[in-house]
């Protein structure tokens, strides 16, 4: 569930921290690709995660994949500019490629089929749980850069359960 809630959480805050990144940032035509650059690395590391962490297996890719988004947020909360910015959200995205999908075969892997029915319905309402905890984080970035650096590294909380859980073979 930490690995829904991880993604959840970034994305959420990005959506209400939008104004304050633009404000201080500048680069108003750039900022749709703050969301397209993540979802366009996401999608194509998707299959490549996939394949490593048949060969490899799910463990090393997952704490790779959360690493790298960590890496990721952090960069994001110090980024000097929007070409900056966007190119660590698409770092942030080649994180989050490894860490939704090897998150869902990992449920696969550990939970019988009879069990897997009622896994997903807890970890779906992960995001919309984040949603409400984090909305107030973006939305406090309206007020200054300070704000709107810490809350792109709000990420890092999570980051570090989750890796600290997967590295106990509890994930």
């Known amino acids: 569930m930490l690995r829904t809630g991880l993604v959840a959480i ?5 959506a209400a921290a939008v ?13 749709p690709w703050l969301f397209s650059v993540y979802l366009l690395a996401q999608a194509v590391s ?8 048949d060969l490899y297996g799910r463990k090393p890719v997952m704490l790779f994949g959360v690493a790298l988004f960590l890496v990721g947020s952090l960069l994001c909360g110090m980024a000097w500019s929007m070409g900056a910015l966007v190119a660590f959200r698409a770092l942030q995205g080649l994180g989050a490629g490894a860490v939704q999908p090897v998150g ?12 897997r029915a009622t896994v997903p319905s807890s970890s779906n309402s992960v ?21 709107r650096r810490h809350s792109f ?18 994930a």
């Open 10 to 14: 970034d994305a959420t805050i990005l």
């Open 19 to 31: 104004p304050a990144v633009v404000r201080d940032l500048g680069g108003l035509s750039q900022f």
């Open 46 to 53: 998707v299959p490549i995660y996939g394949k490593i962490a």
């Open 104 to 115: 869902m075969t990992i449920v696969g892997d550990i939970y019988s089929v009879a069990e």
């Open 127 to 147: 995001p919309s749980t984040s949603t409400l905890g984090r909305a107030r984080s973006g939305s406090r970035a309206r007020g200054d850069s300070s704000n």
């Open 153 to 170: 590294q709000a990420a890092s909380r999570p980051s570090g359960r989750l890796t600290r859980k997967i590295q106990r073979h509890e």
